[in-house]
């Protein structure tokens, strides 16, 4: 048997003629992951950074997410060759690597996910569901055709050094997460404040000037939208968790009055 080479969000971004659209499971619920894998969005990312996910629950969350047509992606906790060679392992296709500074940090992202000689990835293809427990005899020698790396830029060293990290060869797309960002210019929670936006801007432009595929989290629709004028190709525009927390605080709202006594009228 072989794996979909189609599976990776690389492809995903190179056959679409729009932005493609993301949705985030913070969750670590595999019930999460098949709604939202259901719910007509291009791409899927599971957290493991933020989310209270283990390697079985990824696992899980990628076999029920496999049953859509929608590309998943996991972001692993750190650019660590350990976490990268586990997620993979677990048959991940595409990975998002936090944090990422200097092109010297996205060569050893791609160095984690890759095996020789280009990288150091452990085999355990005949072990794993990566390789399907030897069932994709093909996996060892394609394996960069169904592995696919996003970094992600964070800080404004990152920025500085944003066209470094996207020309790094291996690197298929540049990630940029506003809220660490602001956070690093003394604007924490500031996401959508001017000069944060600004920086996502010259963190494009940099991206863009090395000729990979860029991309941004905003869960505010107009922002998504401004970002995607500005050349942003995959874009995160919710989150499995905000979305539910949203929602409740509708059904209060309608509801019950401030006081807590229920509403005359709903």
């Known amino acids: ?11 995903r971004i190179a056959v679409s003629d729009r932005a493609i659209f993301g949705g985030w499971v913070c969750s670590g619920s595999p019930v999460m992951a098949e709604i939202m894998a259901g719910s ?3 791409w899927l990312m599971i957290d493991m ?7 079985e629950s990824v696992q899980l969350q990628l076999q029920v997410a496999a049953a859509y047509d929608i590309t998943t992606v996991v972001r692993v906790p750190a650019n ?6 586990q997620v993979l392992d677990l048959g991940a296709q595409t990975i998002m690597v936090p944090m990422v500074g200097s092109g010297a ?18 085999i355990g ?3 794993a569901r990566s390789g399907r427990w030897n069932r994709a005899g093909d996996y060892l020698q394609n394996a960069t055709e169904y592995v696919s790396v996003i970094v992600q830029i964070e800080s404004l060293a990152g920025v500085e050094h944003a066209e470094a990290i996207g020309a790094v060869e291996g690197v298929d797309g540049v990630f940029v997460g506003p809220s660490d960002l ?11 404040h001017p000069d944060v936006m600004a920086a996502v801007a010259r963190a494009f432009a940099g991206v863009q000037a090395s000729g990979t595929p860029v991309g941004v989290n905003a869960f505010v629709p107009e922002t998504a939208r401004a970002y995607v004028e500005q050349g942003a190709e995959f874009v995160l525009v919710g989150a499995d968790v905000s979305l539910a927390a949203r929602g409740a605080e509708a059904l209060a709202t309608t509801f019950i009055d401030d006081d807590g006594t229920r509403r005359a009228s709903y």
């Not at 950074?49 to 390697?55: I, K, Q």
């Not at 660590?80 to 060679?85: F, S």
């Not at 602001?182 to 959508?192: E, H, K, R, V, W």
């Open 1 to 11: 048997m072989s794996l979909r080479v189609n599976g990776t969000l690389r492809h």
């Open 80 to 85: 660590d060759a350990v976490w990268i060679k």
């Open 182 to 192: 602001a956070a690093s210019m003394g604007l924490i929670g500031q996401q959508t």
């Open 49 to 55: 950074e933020h989310g209270p996910n283990t390697l």
């Open 40 to 42: 007509g969005l291009d």
């Open 105 to 122: 940090e996205a060569e050893e992202a791609v160095a984690h996910a890759s095996y020789p000689p280009r990288g150091h990835r452990g």
């Open 125 to 127: 293809n005949a072990l």
